[in-house]
């Protein structure tokens, strides 16, 4: 009998070619990291090892919110914060690559208060004259040993890279800015965003060049129950840029799988996203959207990750719901695979902990059915 391989299933399943065991996965706050430390002290924190998560994560350091690679950036030792942020801050802030600044929130358990480096540039020149992270100056020779080491292991490689270039854009410009700026045709937002696309590209590659199994990429385009802006303006602005991303990954390494993160409502821009080469679509809120919806029109074309609800059913649910709703997923997926079903988001503290238990239950149940 051969020896089970987590990752070669997972890729499997992604690509809906069959399983032998659904996957299990999660994402802990850290105040459900301690509780897992408390009841599980023999296991060195190592919450996805524990459950049998099937990856491992490896952080872009372009990643908006990825501090701890930060020193890897050329020039973030050196960036002058005072000039863009000349009133300050009143609690601790720490600075991501593209020198936005995370301002510690007494009032939120990990959320931080968000600042805008070029909330007030005024002209094409404020953005060119802008400190840009000099991705090409990094060292990547760490990269490649590290993919090799996950892939001893038999586990896939996921590269978290979202906020690619849409969120990116407005976590330095500023939201409101960066619409106006782009409802105005200003070249203002054309640079921003065609420079934030080129420096993604270049890191796409590099990942691809890596050997990488699967590319993390997203940006938020949905509300609640809404496009957060017009076909249009994404058809002009965000979808060419996010398919030459994606084509510098591919280019390199053809059968690399492409996950795009968006919460909300994204069911308009489904087709564009499989047009652009996605493969994955995460995180499939079952607040927002119907994933036997989803799957009807476009599980033949398209895998899914998530859809297990974390504003409603993880925190407030029944360890019996659930159950009931890890199993409803799985089976409308069925066993040629389509769908990693996991919490569309990190677990807050609000999660109780019979509920974790619950899902990972759940998941490994409709696995021993056959």
Known sequence: MNKYNPRKDLLQLYRREGFERAPVGMHFCPALDEEFKRRHPDQGGDYLQFFGAPYRIIYDPGFAW??????????RDQFDWHKFYPKGFRHAVKFDAWGVAHEDNPEAHHMTLMHHPLENASSLDDLVAYPWPEFEKIDYSYLKPKVEEIHAKNLAVFVWAECTVWETAWYLRNMENLFVDM????????????????????RARKFAEADVDILGLGDDIGMQSAPMMSMEMYQTWLKPRLARVIAAAKSVKPDILISYHSCGYVLPFIEDLIECGVDILNPVQPECMDFA?????????????????TQQLMPYGTPAQVRSEVLRNLEIAGKKGGLFCCPTHMLEPEVPWANVEAYVAAVREFSHRG
């Not at 919806?293 to 609800?309: K, P, Q, V």
């Open 293 to 309: 919806e989803l799957h009807a029109r476009y599980g033949d074309r398209l895998s899914f990750s998530g859809t297990i609800g």
């Open 66 to 75: 990825n501090f701890d690679e930060v020193w890897r950036v050329p020039g």
């Open 183 to 202: 409802a105005g045709d200003d070249p203002m937002a054309e640079y921003l965003l065609d420079k934030i696309t080129d420096l993604a590209c270049f």
